[in-house]
T-cell receptor, first 113, second 112 residues
Framework: NAGVTQTPKFQVLKTGQSMTLQCAQD?????MYWYRQDPGMGLRLIYY???????DKGEVPNGYNVSRLNKREFSLRLESAAPSQTSVYFC????????????FGPGTRLTVT | GENVEQHPSTLSVQEGDSAVIKCTYS??????FPWYKQELGKRPQLIID?????GEKKDQRIAVTLNKTAKHFSLHITETQPEDSAVYFC???????????FGTGTQLKVEL
């Protein structure tokens, strides 16, 4: 099993450009999450999907959109990138929401110039 | 919303010593408290977790304690080894358990 995979690994965007970060899991998990990690800030939840067909905002959703394409895939879109969105983005999945371990992907390092 | 505070932000210990990292949370409804370890350039990985109906949990050299009344929980690592050097994050499950709120992390350095 590959676990949680993310593409791309690295990306550089100019201000105003758009892009989609892809995430897939092969563990048959119901719940998926997108986090951003900034120095000194820990991991902050952007959006999550408790189950296929549902999405909800997390702590820092502004400037992002998500799509739960199917049970395996959960994408994060930046419509108009800003320098403040420079960060490392992690996707995670868990069997269900609540008291279940979250498994993280390898991360995407995004720089917006 | 939930607020999780984590201390210290950096911790340096000698190999073989113990390390303790402390977290406090604000939402008394939080019911799940995992700890993640993140090595440099790698993804966070769960090392131990505790549910609100348990006061202490141990797994070999690591243990977690929970004080619901005071709303704080701690990670204890005994007999530290160089491979324990990493950033450790605490978290609390909020919003009916749907969301994890993370602390800001502790950089642990184990010196030879």
């Amino acid at each position: 099993n590959a676990g949680v995979t993310q593409t791309p690994k690295f990306q550089v965007l100019k201000t105003g450009q758009s892009m989609t970060l892809q995430c897939a899991q092969d563990m048959n998990h119901n719940s998926m999450y997108w986090y951003r990690q900034d120095p000194g800030m820990g991991l902050r939840l952007i959006y999550y999907s408790a189950s296929e067909g549902t999405t909800d905002k997390g702590e820092v959703p502004n400037g992002y959109n998500v799509s739960r394409l199917n049970k395996r895939e959960f994408s994060l879109r930046l419509e108009s990138a800003a320098p403040s969105q420079t960060s490392v983005y992690f996707c995670a999945s868990s069997a269900r929401t609540g008291v279940y371990e979250q498994y993280f992907g390898p991360g995407t390092r995004l720089t917006v110039t | 919303g939930e607020n999780v505070e984590q201390h210290p932000s950096t911790l340096s210990v000698q190999e073989g010593d113990s390390a303790v990292i402390k977290c406090t949370y604000s939402d008394s409804a939080s019911n799940y408290f995992p700890w993640y370890k993140q090595e440099l350039g790698k993804r966070p990985q769960l090392i131990i977790d505790i549910r609100s109906n348990v006061g202490e949990k141990k797994d070999q050299r690591i243990a977690v304690t929970l004080n619901k009344t005071a709303k704080h929980f701690s990670l204890h690592i005994t007999e530290t080894q160089p491979e324990d050097s990493a950033v450790y994050f605490c978290a609390a499950a909020t919003g009916g358990g749907n969301k994890l709120t993370f602390g800001t992390g502790t950089q642990l350095k184990v010196e030879l």
